[in-house]
């Protein structure tokens, strides 16, 4: 599965094979700046990739809405991958 870029939507920024896992992402993309929180404009996108999909869908929103701050809360997922595309196009 390919997740595009948040910022060039004809652009892909990585790929994942997913095997009995589910992927959220959450960011600037189709609906642009919707999602508000402590610094949001710091990140363009956050992909939670996981067992849950539901699980998935929260951890990335939250990760998104906090700008990548104050991560330590997510060493409680251990079954959750986290991937991070910035402003400036950084996995």
Same mark, same amino acid.
């Given at each position: 599965?390919?997740? !595009?870029? $948040?910022?060039? $939507?004809? +652009?892909?920024?990585? %790929?994942? *094979?997913?095997? +009995? *896992?589910?992927?959220?992402?959450?960011?600037?993309?189709? !609906?642009?700046?919707?999602?508000?929180?402590?610094? /949001?404009?710091?990140?363009?996108?956050?992909?939670?990739?996981? /067992?849950?999909?539901?699980? %998935?869908? %929260?951890?990335?929103?939250?990760?998104?809405?906090?700008?990548?701050?104050?991560?330590?809360?997510? *060493? !409680?997922? $251990?079954?959750?991958?986290?991937?991070?595309?910035?402003?400036?196009?950084?996995?």
């Amino acid at each position: 599965m390919g997740v !595009r870029d $948040p910022t060039d $939507p004809a +652009n892909s920024v990585f %790929a994942v *094979e997913l095997e +009995n *896992e589910t992927i959220a992402t959450s960011g600037r993309y189709k !609906r642009g700046h919707h999602i508000w929180g402590s610094n /949001p404009h710091s990140l363009a996108g956050v992909s939670a990739i996981g /067992p849950d999909l539901g699980i %998935a869908d %929260a951890l990335s929103t939250a990760l998104f809405s906090s700008g990548g701050q104050g991560t330590g809360w997510l *060493e !409680r997922f $251990p079954d959750y991958e986290i991937v991070v595309v910035t402003d400036n196009h950084e996995l």
